[in-house]
């Protein structure tokens, strides 16, 4: 059985970076396309960046330029490097992997930005 668990979340204040990471506990994990979603309060879940299995990386317009998504397949493990962060930013971050028709989400982190 999958399991992902994010970590990395927090407070930080604005201008300020986080860097969130997601471990995948089970096998395969270079097969996943790995992506990052967030959901504010009140607001539905969306889709910021994704990874495919050969590093092809796509980002949302709200994230460009500020946002990094990496993977070390050695260690199993997907990254979200966010820099420049804005109180807009603020949500909890999922963690997401897919691989035809498997699909599993982490619990999720928070990500809470101070104006």
């Known amino acids: 059985q999958v399991q992902l668990v994010e970590s990395g979340g927090g407070l930080v204040q604005s201008g300020g970076s986080l860097r969130l990471s997601c471990t995948f506990s089970?096998?395969?994990?270079?097969?996943?396309?790995m992506n990052w979603y967030r959901q504010a309060p009140g607001e539905q879940r969306e889709l910021i960046t994704t990874i495919t299995t050969s590093g092809t990386t796509n980002y949302a317009d709200s994230v460009k330029g500020r946002f990094t998504i990496s993977r070390d397949n050695a260690k199993n493990t997907v990254y979200l490097q966010m820099n420049s962060l804005k109180p807009e930013d603020t949500a909890v971050y999922y963690c997401h992997g897919g691989f035809g028709r498997w699909h599993y989400w982490g619990q999720g982190t928070q990500v809470t930005v101070s104006s």
């Open positions: 089970g096998s395969d994990f270079g097969l996943y396309v």
